[in-house]
Nanobody
């Protein structure tokens, strides 16, 4: 069993930055090979934003390469998504994800990029 709790969403102007956090409880993230961030807008499927494996390999969606950075802090048992140069099209609900026998998702955090 893995519980994921996201935080850090909010309203930001285009060009601004936000850092999302995903705290894992009930299990150390050292035991979780893949941790990832997805996002979803109304009427659309959830899409992968970035993923991070325990060995340090990362994958990014083309739309966020060079602007977003995913990282892990094992001591804090937390995964982060640093989002810079935000655009209105980044507006979405962002979900933390991991796989441990089955899919686990956080509750989601809203990110709105607007003037």
């Amino acid at each position: 069993q893995v519980q994921l709790v996201e935080s850090g969403g909010g309203l930001v102007q285009p060009g601004g930055s936000l850092r999302l956090s995903c705290a894992a409880s009930t299990r150390s993230i050292l035991s979780l090979n893949v941790m990832a961030w997805y996002r979803q807008t109304p009427g659309n499927k959830r899409e992968l934003v970035a993923s991070h494996t325990r060995s340090g390999n990362t994958i990014y969606a083309d739309s966020v390469k060079g602007r977003f950075t995913i990282s892990r802090d094992n001591a804090q048992n937390t995964v982060y998504l640093q989002m810079n140069s935000l655009k209105p099209e980044d507006t979405a609900v962002y979900y933390c994800y991991t796989l441990f026998g089955r899919d686990y998702w956080g509750q989601g955090t809203q990110v709105t990029v607007s003037l």
